[in-house]
């Protein structure tokens, strides 16, 4: 997608966010899944986030956008906390309204895509856009063809989701969280529901958005997509960051044992 196309689809506006974590904690039960998390992430950057299973990584881009509610700490995306507000020393949650209206500015690509079977993939794209008031139908339906030509599919806009490979599902389900101009998009293991060899036309759609100055969180078992894009490398294990940095640091020079024992595995 040319400059000139994102201006007429009404896309300047798209401004990259920073993302805060305060020191979150969540537990169901007994058992704390994240355990005084803080972390960082700039304008623009890509933060990449590894770790075995079960060790907080989706929970924690949940928490980012709300769809799941730490017991303390907050989220701030360019300084506004996420689902609360500040009263004194206290954080009150927001009504439902306006938090819906918080995570429209979050993009969140789901392992399972999550599209809407009954709607065809242009519809699939165009529908939020329309939905939270920020296009009209025929502009949305404009941008949604656009973002579809973006991530390869122009040609699939009269399908449905059924009809379509997971591969190119996800990228659908891409071009829909680009449509609301997200500050920040958030991908929760993107490839893990996807086949071997479908793998790589979704990684290849990230890629071509982590040059494109997008503010993007990656969770992902995929060690050399994150070596080959992240701008920082997070590696999250017991509902803890052990350690965080560039990719050549994390990746080939860990210092946590745990990090040197999982990356054994992995690589």
């Given at each position: ?77 360019n300084g ?16 439902e ?10 993009g ?15 519809d ?96 992902t078992?995929e060690?050399g ?43």
């Amino acid at each position: 997608m040319t400059a000139e196309t994102v201006r007429s689809a009404g896309a300047t506006d798209i401004v990259p966010a920073a993302v805060e974590v305060h020191d979150v904690h969540k537990w169901y039960g007994a058992h704390r899944v994240l355990d005084g998390v803080n972390l960082t992430v700039r304008p623009g950057e890509v933060t990449v986030i590894l770790g075995p299973s079960g060790s907080g990584k989706s929970t924690l881009l949940r928490v980012v956008n709300h769809l799941e509610k730490p017991e303390s700490g907050y989220v701030s995306v360019n300084g506004e906390p996420i689902g609360v507000r500040r009263h004194g020393d206290r954080l009150r949650e927001l009504s439902e309204r306006a938090i819906l209206a918080q995570r429209s500015r979050i993009g969140f690509v789901f392992q399972n895509f999550n599209l809407f079977p009954h709607l065809t993939v242009l519809d699939n794209v165009a529908a939020a856009p329309v939905a939270t008031g920020r296009l009209a139908k025929p502009q949305a339906l404009e941008l949604a063809r656009e973002l579809l030509g973006r991530v390869g599919l122009a040609d699939k806009a009269a399908a449905y989701p059924r009809q379509l490979s997971g591969g190119q599902q996800q990228r659908v389900a891409i071009a829909r969280a680009l449509a609301l101009r997200p500050g920040v998009i958030l991908f929760d293991e993107p490839t893990s529901a996807l086949d071997p060899e479908l793998v790589g036309e979704v990684l290849a759609v990230i890629k071509d958005l982590a040059t494109s100055g997008t503010t993007l969180v990656v969770v992902t078992h995929e060690v050399g997509f994150a070596r080959e894009v992240a701008d920082k490398v997070v590696f999250i294990d017991g509902g803890k960051i052990l350690e965080q940095g560039p990719p050549g640091e994390v990746l080939d020079r860990p210092r946590h044992e745990r990090t040197r024992e999982f990356l054994s595995k992995v690589l």
